[in-house]
């Protein structure tokens, strides 16, 4: 069964530095990873997603988030964070796109 | 701008009362599903399908939830009858992984409060 893991239930970060939302997974085979964002009142949006290739993925609003295989890892990351970024992440994982299992998310406040 | 459409937006019922939630997930998308959130759960999803067909409803309660997919531009989530504990938000989202594209679609939510 996969599973997704997300260590911190906030993240404070002042505007202008490097954030980091750290995502961990479990999955049999080759794991499908994405990350949603969800603003207040709205369903979930598509940030970015890693299925095979490079493991650097770039994605909407100047995200990023690295795979890396060994530590089953998919961190979320931007240079230069925006108080408009602040919002509830969440990491996912899809085995072929057959069901979509979210992590509990991960609450971002980018402070002024 | 292809995109989910739940309905209602908002619902407050009484406790027993039967509750219908729509959903018109993204013309050519054959896969739907159906998430619940709450602050203590967070996202959980109740029911899946995949052209029409439900190919999993094991995260929803059996006794009272029910899901179907009348057509392929209707899914739809009643409770019958309703209780308070099932207050939360319920989402609707969509995805066509033929299209290699393999991301959901979400609906802007139904939010349920039950008295």
């Known amino acids: 069964a996969q599973s997704v893991a997300q260590p911190e239930d906030q993240v404070n970060v002042a505007e202008g530095n490097p954030l980091t939302v750290k995502c961990t997974y479990s999955?049999?085979?080759?794991?499908?990873l994405f990350w949603y964002v969800q603003y207040p009142n709205r369903g979930l949006q598509f940030l970015l997603k890693y299925i095979t290739g490079d493991n650097l993925v770039k994605g909407s609003y100047g995200f990023e988030a690295e795979f890396n295989k060994s530590q089953t890892s998919f961190h979320l990351k931007k240079p230069s964070a925006l108080v408009s970024d602040s919002a509830l992440y969440f990491c996912?994982?899809?085995?072929?796109?057959?069901?979509?299992?979210f992590g509990p998310g991960t609450r971002l406040s980018v402070l002024p | 701008d292809a995109r989910v459409t739940q309905t209602p937006r908002h619902k407050v019922t009484e406790m027993g009362q039967e509750v219908t939630m729509r959903c018109q997930p993204i013309l050519g998308h054959n896969t739907v599903f159906w998430y619940r959130q709450t602050m203590m759960q967070g996202l959980e999803l109740l029911a899946y399908f995949r052209n029409r067909a439900p190919l999993d409803d094991s995260g929803m309660p059996k006794d009272r939830f029910s899901a179907e997919m009348p057509d392929a531009t209707l899914a739809t989530l009643k409770i019958q009858p309703s209780e308070p504990r099932d207050s939360a938000v319920y989402f609707c989202?969509?995805?066509?992984?033929?299209?290699?594209?393999?991301?959901?679609?979400f609906g802007s939510g139904t939010q349920l409060s039950v008295l």
């Open positions: 996912a994982v899809s085995p072929y796109g057959q069901n979509f299992v």
């Open positions: 999955v049999s085979g080759n794991p499908y």
């Open positions: 989202a969509s995805a066509q992984p033929e299209d290699r594209d393999e991301k959901l679609f």
